[in-house]
């Protein structure tokens, strides 16, 4: 469906219909923060538009332009390397709209450069947004109000956490949180693989490693307990926990684990 009216109330739109932007998309539809009706996509893909509105009932729009002149926030989530075409598109047409970008090294003062008297917020989301346990960093541009952030930080919780964070740090979420779980999915892996090499089937490994990170995972996030005092409850003296922690703490895991983010981190700025 393709519309090239208006309708009147809040207008959020999409530049790019991938993944990222279909999660947001679907999060923020299901928790009835926004009214499908309300919201409008572009993407150079006519099969990204089509899945678009089948799976959400969005409105899709045959240009940037259309889109730009039909909306009050525009979400840039297309490839970083199309972001020069994408704001000569949207130059001129921005004033007093929110941007919002979750493009990675793409900063918010060369968006600012271009789209003058926009307000720009920046996000570092994560693909668990897709099962709604999305991490998303927000840092806000020169030009955004403090009333800026909280709407995207209401939106995005749509989708999982957040916090805010200056941009000189994005980087660092970059390494932790945006490129994260690829790491922890290799983790995760490789204990069920372990498993594996004892006896026991991959599926069912893969099942308890899994189950097991997102327990921990959850049982960190109430903050009544920092990590030190989650492993000691957790550790027997002389028991088996304690074997298994005495060959991590013996190996070389964190310097491993150090350099994966730092060299993560470093390719990350080197985008910008």
Same mark, same amino acid.
């Given at each position: 469906?393709?519309?090239?009216?208006?309708?009147?109330?809040?207008?959020?739109?999409? @530049?790019?219909?991938?993944?990222?932007?279909?999660?947001?998309?679907?999060?923020?539809?299901?928790?009835?923060?926004?009214?499908?009706?309300?919201?409008?996509?572009?993407?150079?893909?006519?099969?990204?538009?089509?899945?678009?509105?089948?799976?959400?009932? @969005?409105?899709?729009?045959?240009?940037?332009?259309?889109?730009?002149?039909?909306?009050?926030?525009?979400?840039?989530?297309?490839?970083?390397?199309?972001?020069?075409?994408?704001?000569?598109?949207?130059?001129?047409?921005?004033?007093?709209?929110?941007?919002?970008?979750?493009?990675?090294?793409?900063?918010?003062?060369?968006?600012?450069?271009?789209?003058?008297?926009?307000?720009?917020?920046?996000?570092?989301?994560?693909?668990?947004?897709?099962?709604?346990?999305?991490?998303?960093?927000?840092?806000?541009?020169?030009?955004?109000?403090?009333?800026?952030? @909280?709407?995207?930080?209401?939106?995005?919780?749509?989708?999982?956490?957040?916090?805010?964070?200056?941009?000189?740090?994005?980087?660092?979420? #970059?390494?932790?949180?945006?490129?994260?779980?690829?790491?922890?999915?290799?983790?995760?892996?490789?204990?069920?693989?372990?498993?594996?090499?004892?006896?026991?089937?991959?599926?069912?490994?893969?099942?308890?490693?899994?189950? #097991?990170?997102?327990?921990?995972?959850?049982?960190?996030?109430?903050?009544?307990?920092?990590?030190?005092?989650?492993?000691?409850?957790?550790? #027997?003296?002389?028991?088996?926990?304690?074997?298994?922690?005495?060959?991590?703490?013996?190996?070389?895991?964190?310097?491993?684990?150090?350099?994966?983010?730092?060299?993560?981190?470093?390719?990350?700025?080197?985008?910008?």
């Amino acid at each position: 469906m393709s519309v090239n009216i208006c309708n009147t109330g809040k207008k959020i739109g999409f @530049v790019g219909a991938g993944k990222m932007a279909s999660a947001i998309m679907g999060g923020i539809i299901k928790s009835s923060f926004i009214n499908p009706d309300n919201i409008f996509v572009y993407d150079v893909s006519d099969n990204a538009l089509k899945s678009a509105n089948i799976n959400f009932g @969005v409105n899709t729009l045959n240009s940037i332009d259309e889109l730009a002149n039909c909306v009050d926030v525009i979400v840039i989530a297309t490839k970083p390397f199309v972001i020069a075409d994408v704001l000569e598109e949207l130059e001129g047409k921005t004033q007093n709209k929110l941007v919002v970008s979750i493009l990675a090294g793409v900063t918010t003062s060369r968006i600012e450069s271009v789209l003058k008297n926009t307000h720009v917020v920046r996000v570092m989301p994560n693909t668990p947004a897709f099962v709604n346990e999305g991490m998303c960093a927000i840092c806000k541009g020169s030009i955004a109000k403090s009333d800026d952030v @909280v709407f995207v930080d209401s939106m995005l919780k749509n989708i999982g956490k957040t916090v805010q964070v200056d941009e000189k740090d994005i980087d660092i979420v #970059t390494a932790v949180s945006g490129s994260g779980p690829a790491f922890y999915y290799y983790i995760i892996d490789l204990i069920a693989r372990a498993g594996e090499k004892l006896g026991l089937d991959y599926n069912t490994c893969l099942t308890l490693s899994a189950q #097991t990170a997102l327990g921990s995972a959850k049982m960190m996030l109430k903050g009544d307990m920092a990590p030190s005092e989650l492993i000691t409850a957790v550790t #027997t003296p002389g028991g088996c926990t304690a074997v298994g922690n005495d060959v991590l703490n013996s190996s070389d895991l964190e310097q491993i684990l150090d350099k994966t983010i730092k060299d993560t981190m470093e390719k990350a700025k080197s985008l910008g």
